[in-house]
């Protein structure tokens, strides 16, 4: 078993509610990255016996990197499964060593105590109050990663960085904590921008929006008619805003595209949930390289931020150290001490 085995499941079957073409392409990309883990790197402390990782449902790939790192490990992995995503944890359990998918409802607490009383350690990816939920439940220590957002800071939308632009907006429709909610950028044409989305439309077709989504489009839609300008091409609504209008949340299929001078002001009120940002011609890596930048945002330099290049937003490599700031495996093995 393992991710040979998983890349052969086909990704269009499992209910992802993203089109066969975009479900597949996710799959890919998040193996890809999964298939760069260290599982040789040395830990200190002592493996824990096991972890029970609980998922969300925004990006349905996000626990295969840790249920293949930890699995393969030799950990036992109890995974949670999304809501309505079942048949997703029931592909890695089938094909990842050590892994179980348990599918409890979020409220079904005898089902959690049962998966949480023999653990060492828990994983959720959440909400805030789902994490502080689970966190005043457990007996064992609980690694939270809630809301974050993220930002791309480019010198132009011209186009090799429009299709990078294109790229991490699409991956599953934007919904991603690591996608843009805003892309801030000098002054300039639009077309090149529109070019790549309506190409991306192609390889990573749009999946069905939740009414509230569709909602919240049409009101985006409104307000950059009255202080900005709003354009259409294929699923996309790209909407150019003053910087005052910034919120965190991306909305899917949507490109919120603010002034580069507009950067600071608008992200410094949220920057405890910056956890991505986007630039051209740069390295993987974290804030402490970019000094500048973090003195321009506010931030400290231990601030948790990821820094990659445009395009690369939704596609993290499974053998960084940190996630949100936390080595997630060194932090586990300190807890199966």
Same mark, same amino acid.
């Given at each position: 078993?393992?991710?040979?085995?998983?890349?052969?499941?086909?990704?269009?079957?499992?209910?992802?509610?993203?089109?066969?073409?975009?479900?597949?392409?996710?799959?890919?990309?998040?193996?890809?990255?999964?298939?760069?883990?260290?599982?040789?790197?040395?830990?200190?402390?002592?493996?824990?016996?096991?972890?029970?990782?609980?998922?969300?449902?925004?990006?349905?790939?996000?626990?295969?990197?840790?249920?293949?790192?930890?699995?393969?490990?030799?950990?036992?992995?109890?995974?949670?499964?999304?809501?309505?995503?079942?048949?997703?944890?029931?592909?890695?359990?089938?094909?990842?060593? $050590?892994?179980?998918? $348990?599918?409890?409802?979020?409220?079904?607490?005898?089902?959690?105590?049962?998966?949480?009383?023999?653990?060492?350690?828990?994983?959720?990816?959440?909400?805030?109050?789902?994490?502080?939920?689970?966190?005043? !439940?457990?007996?064992?220590?609980?690694?939270?990663?809630?809301? !974050?957002?993220?930002?791309?800071?480019?010198?132009?939308?011209?186009?090799?960085?429009?299709?990078?632009?294109?790229?991490? $907006?699409?991956?599953?429709?934007?919904?991603?904590?690591?996608?843009?909610?805003?892309?801030?950028?000098?002054?300039?044409?639009?077309?090149?921008?529109?070019?790549?989305?309506?190409?991306?439309?192609?390889?990573?077709?749009?999946?069905?929006?939740?009414?509230?989504?569709?909602?919240?489009?049409?009101?985006?839609?409104?307000?950059?008619?009255?202080?900005?300008?709003? $354009?259409?091409?294929?699923?996309?609504?790209?909407?150019?805003?003053?910087?005052?209008?910034?919120?965190?949340?991306?909305?899917?299929?949507?490109?919120?595209?603010?002034? !580069?001078?507009?950067?600071?002001?608008?992200?410094?009120?949220?920057?405890?949930?910056?956890?991505?940002?986007?630039?051209?011609?740069?390295?993987?890596?974290?804030?402490?390289?970019?000094?500048?930048?973090?003195?321009?945002?506010?931030?400290?330099?231990?601030?948790?931020?990821?820094?990659?290049?445009?395009?690369?937003?939704?596609?993290?490599?499974?053998?960084?150290?940190?996630?949100?700031?936390?080595?997630?495996?060194?932090?586990?093995?300190?807890?199966?001490?």
């Amino acid at each position: 078993m393992g991710l040979d085995d998983l890349a052969a499941v086909d990704a269009a079957t499992l209910g992802t509610g993203l089109p066969p073409a975009h479900a597949r392409a996710a799959w890919a990309t998040a193996i890809d990255g999964a298939r760069r883990v260290d599982l040789g790197r040395t830990l200190p402390g002592t493996p824990p016996r096991t972890v029970v990782i609980v998922a969300s449902a925004n990006v349905f790939t996000a626990p295969i990197e840790w249920a293949w790192a930890l699995g393969g490990r030799g950990v036992r992995v109890i995974l949670k499964s999304a809501r309505g995503l079942a048949a997703v944890g029931e592909a890695l359990a089938r094909t990842l060593p $050590h892994v179980e998918a $348990h599918d409890w409802r979020g409220g079904d607490l005898d089902a959690e105590a049962a998966a949480l009383a023999g653990c060492d350690a828990v994983m959720v990816f959440g909400t805030t109050e789902t994490i502080a939920a689970i966190r005043a !439940r457990s007996p064992a220590p609980v690694l939270g990663f809630g809301p !974050r957002f993220g930002v791309a800071v480019l010198p132009d939308l011209e186009a090799p960085v429009a299709a990078g632009i294109a790229e991490d $907006h699409a991956l599953y429709d934007g919904r991603g904590c690591m996608s843009p909610a805003g892309v801030f950028v000098p002054p300039g044409p639009m077309g090149p921008l529109l070019d790549a989305l309506e190409t991306c439309d192609v390889r990573l077709p749009a999946g069905s929006f939740e009414p509230a989504d569709a909602q919240a489009r049409r009101t985006l839609a409104t307000l950059a008619s009255a202080v900005g300008r709003a $354009h259409t091409v294929g699923s996309w609504l790209v909407v150019e805003l003053p910087g005052a209008h910034f919120r965190p949340r991306g909305l899917p299929r949507t490109v919120c595209v603010y002034p !580069r001078a507009a950067l600071a002001p608008a992200v410094r009120p949220f920057a405890d949930e910056l956890g991505t940002v986007a630039l051209v011609g740069v390295e993987e890596g974290d804030v402490r390289r970019h000094p500048a930048l973090a003195a321009e945002l506010g931030l400290d330099l231990d601030h948790p931020a990821r820094v990659c290049a445009v395009g690369r937003a939704q596609h993290p490599p499974g053998d960084r150290a940190l996630h949100d700031g936390a080595d997630v495996l060194a932090a586990l093995w300190a807890a199966g001490a």
